[in-house]
């Protein structure tokens, strides 16, 4: 019996092939559609459906939410608004939390499609997230530039209190940091993404290639391998519990650090 793991280089290969963008229409330097700004596309439909079907179950049950759906969704809406908008945002909290409420559930929506098997993430795209995480940067230095004015904003980001020159370095260290911002948001949702699909991926190609000798004749060496990829097949699936999780937890994370930023950037200097 052939060794199965002898396959699984040549099989990681064809699976990290398959993360790479491919134009589904057009071209990829055009208006070309890949296969992630296609699932992205059916994540947002997806959304759009729950919002309106929660939102029509909502007013025919009245004041009180009946039902998993409606009691599900709600649950979400409120943890958006009392954790990330009214914990952190305090008396504002009303002007942010559809962007807010918007961006947690865009990024939820892509991260938990692409756990489907067969699907891909929208954010399992660095072009996405990056994308995503432009939106927000934009949006909270917009609201500092609001709160503060131009000239005002860009002043805060030195320290008050602290004279010349610490603070024209501390100025430049923080100038820095905020443009960083925006590549960390970035890079940290996809590679968390693009991680939990390869590992995913992998355990799966170990499972079927430790299954396949016993299709091809029944013979002790084939039923221990068929053992081994039960074993394989369970790891897989508590990992595919896990990246349910993680699908939530980055897109909580992500939401957050932008309530975060929002704060600080509308934060009165002290």
Known sequence: MVNPLEKLSE????????????AMHGDLYGAGITQYTFWMFVAVILMLVVVFVFKKKQRAHGLVPKGRFVNG???LVEYCRDDMCKGLLGDSWRRHFPFIASLFFFILFNNLV?????CKPGTGCIGTTAAV??????????????????IGYIKSLAPAGVSFPMNALVWCIELLSTFLRLVTLAVRLFCNL???HVVMGAFAILASLFFVPLLQGISVQAIGAAGASVFWLAILLVIYAVEIMVAA????????LTAVYVQLAEAEEH
């Open 11 to 22: 099989e990681i290969d064809e699976l990290l092939g398959g993360f790479e963008s491919t």
């Open 73 to 75: 969704v709600e649950f």
């Open 114 to 118: 692409g756990v489907i098997p067969g």
């Open 133 to 150: 995480a432009l939106v927000s940067f934009i949006y909270f230095i917009v609201m500092g530039v609001k709160a503060k004015g131009p």
């Open 194 to 196: 693009f991680a939990g």
């Open 249 to 256: 937890i980055q897109a909580y994370v992500f939401t957050l």
